[in-house]
């Protein structure tokens, strides 16, 4: 960016080389405003395409998910289905109801050009549940590593010997009826790890990939 980007809500934003948008969005508990939204992609609106980076995003809440994905679908959308715990036993669980999306409210700006996800292992949670849905959206290529998983609504307790323990209290599964549970895989093709060497020198090999998909559009 070199000092050329904005920031709000959590995102930082700007634009890259050949027209191309940029969002990092660090954790998904950071409350995204809708207000803050609509400035974020009216300033971006000009770019060819759209890089979203949930790298190292440890997830938060699945209300920012709903908001962020409400921006990129136009009508009323499966994002996935979910299942309670009905009882003590390993399989114990509700059978999947269905998880709907409706799209951003009249007035507010929605984008509708190409959009790359970067993600990797260290992506959980809300943001595993968010790559899991912009996966299969539309016009969206998934970039990067496996996330880490662990989209099932997180329950935390302490045992009496003081451990901490947290698991996923519930079983979320993709709008293809797939577990998120172990990670979501980047679409075929997309597969890229951040090559150590590379980095030291300064060079995101993911980001490069996702730049080389905008461009070939």
């Not at 405003?33 to 890089?51: C, K, M, T, V």
């Not at 292992?121 to 539309?138: C, E, G, H, Y």
């Not at 045992?159 to 797939?178: K, N």
């Not at 679409?187 to 980001?207: E, F, R, S, W, Y």
């Amino acid at each position: 960016f070199n000092f050329n980007y904005r920031q709000s809500s959590g995102m930082i934003y700007g634009f890259l080389p050949d027209n191309i948008g940029y969002i990092y969005y660090e954790s998904f508990s950071a409350t995204v405003g809708e207000g803050n939204l609509d400035n974020a992609l009216y300033f971006l609106a000009s770019a060819n395409g759209l890089i979203i980076d949930i790298r190292d995003n440890s997830g938060g809440s699945l209300t920012n998910v709903e908001t962020f994905v409400s921006r990129f679908i136009d009508k009323p959308t499966l994002v996935g289905y979910i299942s309670h715990k009905t009882g003590p036993g390993h399989s114990d669980f509700s059978e999947p109801y269905p998880i709907t999306y409706n799209p951003a409210g009249d007035g507010r700006i929605r984008w509708a050009k190409p959009i790359v996800v970067l993600t990797n292992r260290s992506t959980f949670s809300a943001a595993n549940n968010f790559a899991s849905i912009m996966k299969l959206l539309p016009g969206v290529t998934m970039v990067g590593a496996t996330t880490g998983g662990g989209s099932g609504m997180p329950y935390s307790s302490e045992l009496p010997c003081g451990w901490g323990v947290r698991f996923s209290a519930c079983s979320m599964l993709d709008a293809q009826g797939r577990s998120t549970e172990a990670g979501v895989d980047p679409t075929p093709g997309c597969a890229v790890d951040l090559d150590p060497m590379d980095a030291l020198n300064g060079k995101d090999t993911i980001l490069e990939k996702a730049l080389q998909i905008l461009l070939s559009n």
